[in-house]
């Protein structure tokens, strides 16, 4: 059974940092997109972030140049380095890793005060 388990969320004044990570276990290989979505209270879920095998990377305009996603293939771990945060980024993150089939991690808060 593939379970996907983020940590690092948690509350941050604006302008604060936080780091995600989201770790893969179980029989998943061969990950090709790795992606950080979220979904604030009374709104639909966002992409936020989006990296290739080969360690290309997509970012949602509302985050370029404050959000840095990464990945470290043989840990099956993707990150996302959350700079310059604002209160707009208060949301549930998930995780998603797709092969030949779609994995979601449970979600973790961020909140960010102003």
């Known amino acids: 059974q593939v379970q996907l388990v983020e940590s690092g969320g948690g509350l941050v004044q604006a302008g604060g940092s936080l780091r995600l990570s989201c770790a893969a276990s179980?029989?998943?290989?061969?990950?090709?997109?790795m992606a950080w979505y979220r979904q604030a209270p009374g709104r639909q879920r966002e992409l936020v972030a989006t990296?290739?095998?080969?360690?290309?990377?997509n970012y949602a305009d509302s985050v370029k140049g404050r959000f840095t996603i990464s990945r470290d293939n043989a840990k099956k771990t993707v990150y996302l380095q959350m700079n310059s945060l604002k209160p707009e980024d208060t949301a549930v993150y998930y995780c998603?890793?797709?092969?030949?089939?779609?994995?979601w991690g449970q979600g973790i808060q961020v909140t960010v005060s102003s």
């Open positions: 998603n890793m797709l092969t030949w089939r779609e994995y």
């Open positions: 179980g029989s998943i290989d061969s990950i090709n997109r």
């Open positions: 990296i290739t095998r080969g360690g290309s990377t």
